[in-house]
């Protein structure tokens, strides 16, 4: 079992800043996959950015130029910069593990942004 647990969300204004954290902890794998989603009201939860256990990263479209995904000095953390937001950001942001088949969220952290 792997266990997730997000902080950092909040209440910001537009165009703020805000940084969400992740960490994974339990049974762990040496090669994994960290990531964020996001989901808002009435909304299917959609990617906003990976980044594997090599290093690699991606982003959606919604994310890329303002978000950054990295990882933290210990192994399976992760953390998401989010620059520049939007009212269209709010959502409750998801932090996801990936390990062979093996597919872990976190309850979320809720992220408000306002006009």
């Known amino acids: 079992q792997v266990q997730l647990v997000e902080s950092g969300g909040g209440l910001v204004q537009t165009g703020g800043s805000l940084r969400l954290y992740c960490e994974a902890s339990?049974?762990?794998?040496?090669?994994?996959?960290m990531a964020w989603y996001r989901q808002a009201p009435e909304n299917e939860r959609e990617l906003v950015a990976m980044?594997?256990?090599?290093?690699?990263?991606n982003y959606a479209e919604l994310a890329k130029g303002r978000f950054t995904i990295s990882r933290g000095d210990a192994k399976y953390t992760v953390s998401l910069q989010m620059t520049s937001l939007k009212v269209e950001d709010t959502a409750i942001y998801y932090c996801?593990?990936?390990?062979?088949?093996?597919?872990?969220w976190g309850r979320g952290t809720q992220v408000t942004v306002s006009s």
């Open positions: 996801n593990y990936k390990q062979g088949a093996s597919n872990y």
């Open positions: 339990g049974s762990l794998f040496n090669i994994f996959v």
């Open positions: 980044i594997s256990s090599d290093g690699r990263r």
